[in-house]
């Protein structure tokens, strides 16, 4: 069985500091993971996603995210925090079937 | 552009009243998704479909039912049946392969019984 598992469902960081939601995961065979963000009453849009080949991948708005299968965690970062990033993160595991398992979500906050 | 279409926005009904939401994707995609949104409570998988025709219960499928009879659509219909129909809902879709590569969300219709 796939699992999901979002560290902290409620993180506030200050504009301009270091972001890390952190998400470790369960799973049988190799997954793809992905990290989605999500505005107020809007759908989920990607920021990036592992596959294979590099561990370190680049999204979009800065982020970045790094594979480490020995911890089995894909933790997502940003350097520096801008109002803007203030939104609902979730991260999320495909393997076999076709089928997307979803954590429960890390609402982030950012104080001016 | 292509993408995935979602409607109405937003959605009320009555209790005891069947409601159908729409969702039609022009991306060429097999696969297609229903989730349910909660607060604290992420994304439940309600229904999928994998090809026409066909489609799978996700872990939340009581009160619910889909069709699928063309590529681009996969209407859902909450029943009188679901206890608890109030939530935000999102359709998705994606290429199929195993394990499947990305999901492309909707815009999601906020639903409100009254």
Same mark, same amino acid.
């Given at each position: 069985?796939?699992?999901?598992?979002?560290?902290?469902?409620?993180?506030?960081?200050?504009?301009?500091?270091?972001?890390?939601?952190?998400?470790?995961?369960?799973?049988?065979?190799?997954? $793809?993971?992905?990290? $989605?963000?999500? $505005?107020?009453?809007?759908?989920?849009?990607?920021?990036?996603? $592992?596959?294979?080949?590099?561990?370190?991948?680049?999204?979009?708005?800065?982020?970045?995210?790094?594979?480490?299968?020995?911890?089995?965690?894909?933790?997502?970062?940003?350097?520096?925090?801008?109002?803007?990033?203030?939104?609902?993160?979730?991260?999320?595991?495909?393997?076999?079937?076709?089928?997307?398992?979803?954590?429960?979500?890390?609402?982030?906050?950012?104080?001016? | 552009?292509?993408?995935?279409?979602?409607?109405?926005?937003?959605?009320?009904?009555?209790?005891?009243? @069947?409601?159908?939401?729409?969702?039609?994707? @022009?991306? @060429?995609?097999? !696969?297609?998704?229903?989730?349910?949104?909660?607060?604290?409570?992420?994304?439940?998988?309600?229904?999928?479909?994998?090809?026409? @025709?066909?489609?799978?219960?996700?872990?939340?499928?009581?009160?619910?039912?889909?069709?699928?009879?063309?590529?681009?659509?996969?209407?859902?219909?909450?029943?009188?049946?679901?206890?608890?129909?109030? !939530?935000?809902?999102?359709?998705?879709?994606?290429?199929?392969?195993?394990? !499947?590569?990305? !999901?492309?969300?909707?815009?999601?219709?906020?639903?409100?019984?009254?």
């Amino acid at each position: 069985a796939q699992s999901v598992t979002q560290l902290g469902s409620h993180v506030s960081v200050s504009e301009g500091a270091l972001v890390l939601l952190r998400c470790n995961y369960s799973s049988s065979v190799p997954p $793809y993971l992905f990290w $989605y963000v999500q $505005y107020p009453n809007q759908g989920l849009q990607l920021l990036l996603k $592992y596959t294979t080949g590099a561990t370190l991948v680049k999204g979009i708005n800065g982020f970045e995210a790094e594979f480490k299968k020995s911890e089995t965690s894909f933790h997502l970062t940003k350097p520096s925090a801008h109002m803007s990033d203030a939104a609902e993160y979730f991260c999320a595991v495909s393997t076999t079937g076709n089928q997307f398992y979803f954590g429960t979500g890390t609402s982030l906050t950012v104080i001016p | 552009d292509g993408g995935i279409t979602q409607s109405p926005k937003y959605l009320f009904r009555k209790e005891g009243q @069947n409601v159908t939401l729409s969702c039609e994707q @022009n991306l @060429n995609h097999d !696969a297609m998704y229903w989730y349910r949104q909660d607060p604290g409570q992420g994304l439940r998988l309600i229904y999928y479909s994998q090809i026409v @025709n066909d489609f799978q219960k996700g872990d939340i499928a009581e009160g619910y039912s889909v069709s699928r009879e063309k590529k681009e659509s996969f209407p859902l219909t909450v029943t009188s049946a679901q206890k608890n129909p109030t !939530a935000f809902y999102l359709c998705a879709s994606s290429g199929y392969s195993e394990p !499947a590569t990305e !999901a492309f969300f909707g815009q999601g219709t906020r639903l409100t019984v009254v």
